[in-house]
């Protein structure tokens, strides 16, 4: 078995039969495909049952997060390789085959991006080269192997002993900042992270978050961040962090206040102000919770 595609779901029934039905359809190498549903609400298991009786299902009681549900089946796939997808997402033509022929090729790389495209074609931001808040650390970070820190974990693949060396996914985190994590814990194995420009990836974004408030979803991705911050960063780096992001979040919220009257798009504006304003609170709470 070449690969293993592993696909968490939860909540995306609409899109998970186009995603399944782009994988099924690759052509280029012996593959197996796995997905765990997370508990959803709205029917995925029982349609992916129905629909495509052939994939390896998991339909967990509960909703176990991105993490874990990823862990559930890693030491069960076949594949050398392990693709892990997002749900709504849909290959292109040979993009498994392509992304298979870049890691035969390149045993140097660890974890690879596929190359991540919204709905219109055009490029999804999807690969970093510098971590969460990295200009504020003194040397957490130094010495690690390539040029990429991070890739956007809706598309990306690994060699399984990779994966299981280093232990799968963090299981603190529920939902957000995994595939940052697994990116550093796979550099610091002196394992490189690479980009495969080839094999391309259309992304519908932020579709199982599509029920929650915009302050939920914000408030998830401050946690994930300081869940990242307190595993690889030194407390003094971590209080930087805090004082500068405060410090850019009031700035932000008083010019927005000052200029609403006067910007065409209120409906946007607000929705900035609201953005800046849940960040402020939550970075409030947290450095009051130090104190």
């Not at 390896?56 to 862990?71: C, T, V």
Request: with cysteine; glycine share 8%; proline share 3%.
């Amino acid at each position: 078995m070449e690969i293993s595609v592993v696909i968490v779901s939860y909540n995306t029934a609409d899109l998970i039969g186009p995603c399944l039905g782009s994988v099924i359809g690759q052509t280029g190498g012996d593959k197996e495909i796995r997905v765990v549903d997370n508990a959803s609400p709205d029917g995925s298991a029982a349609l992916i049952a129905a629909g495509f009786p052939d994939i390896h299902l998991i339909a967990n009681k509960e909703n176990k997060g991105f993490a874990a549900a990823n862990n559930q089946v890693i030491t069960h796939c076949r594949g050398r390789y392990i693709l892990f997808l997002n749900p709504d997402t849909v290959l292109k033509e040979n993009c498994l085959a392509t992304a298979l022929a870049y890691m035969e090729k390149h045993p140097e790389i660890g974890l690879a991006g596929l190359h991540i495209l919204n709905p219109d074609g055009t490029d999804q931001d999807s690969v970093s080269r510098r971590y969460l808040s990295q200009r504020y650390t003194s040397g957490e970070l130094s010495n690690l192997p390539g040029g990429i820190a991070c890739v956007l974990g809706a598309a990306m693949i690994a060699p399984r002993k990779a994966i299981i060396s280093v232990g799968g996914f963090d299981e603190d985190y529920f939902l957000y900042g995994e595939d940052e994590d697994l990116c550093l814990r796979i550099r610091r194995t002196g394992l490189k992270i690479g980009f495969i420009d080839a094999a391309r990836v259309v992304h519908y974004h932020g579709q199982s978050e599509r029920k929650s408030t915009s302050a939920e979803v914000w408030r998830k991705k401050i946690s994930a961040e300081y869940l990242f911050y307190h595993k690889h960063y030194q407390p003094e780096t971590i209080a930087r962090i805090t004082k500068a992001e405060m410090l850019k979040t009031h700035w932000r919220i008083l010019t927005l206040r000052i200029c609403l009257p006067f910007i065409k798009n209120k409906g946007e504006a607000r929705e900035k102000l609201n953005k800046y304003k849940v960040i402020h609170d939550e970075l409030r709470r947290r450095k009051l919770s130090k104190e």
